[in-house]
């Protein structure tokens, strides 16, 4: 951000944060499922233990990114997780409207209610950020 005035960095940096925590919700359940495959795989005997003891050790690296992101999800009432589930854990085709018939409120409401959870879950991942002292 060289070059960039204090306004700039500070409205960048929320986003970076945003855009970090959403990337983070949409590899939850990939990163669920590649674990699933791999302990599967290494019980039916189509892994070596030499390859699986260097896998494991990415597996457990996933597993904890799975509990951090799971420890964040659970700070939020169960209709933020709803609206970030269906916006970027288990997309849906038409997250929106899903929401709607789920929860009875009207589009624009999504989007705030979207846009507050994400930010709780952002806060409750990473903590803080003082955007001005970095």
């Given at each position: 951000m060289k070059g960039?005035?204090?306004d700039e960095k500070a409205k960048a940096l929320p986003n970076m944060w945003k855009r970090l925590a959403i990337d983070d919700l949409m590899k939850l359940q990939r990163l669920k499922d590649s674990i699933t495959?791999?302990?599967?795989?290494?019980s039916k005997g189509?892994?070596?233990?030499s390859t699986m003891k260097y896998l494991s050790k990415?597996?457990?690296a996933n597993k904890i990114l799975i509990r951090c992101i799971e420890r964040a999800l659970d700070t939020l009432t169960e209709e933020e997780r709803i609206i970030l589930?269906?916006?970027y854990i288990n997309?849906?085709?038409y997250p929106a409207e899903s929401v709607m018939k789920d929860i009875r409120?009207?589009?624009s409401r999504i989007h705030e209610k979207k846009a507050a959870a994400l930010q709780k879950f952002t806060i409750s991942m990473?903590?803080?950020?003082?955007i001005f002292n970095l």
């Open positions: 960039t005035s204090k495959v791999i302990e599967n795989n290494y189509n892994i070596d233990s990415a597996i457990e589930d269906r916006f997309r849906q085709k409120i009207g589009r990473y903590g803080p950020v003082d």
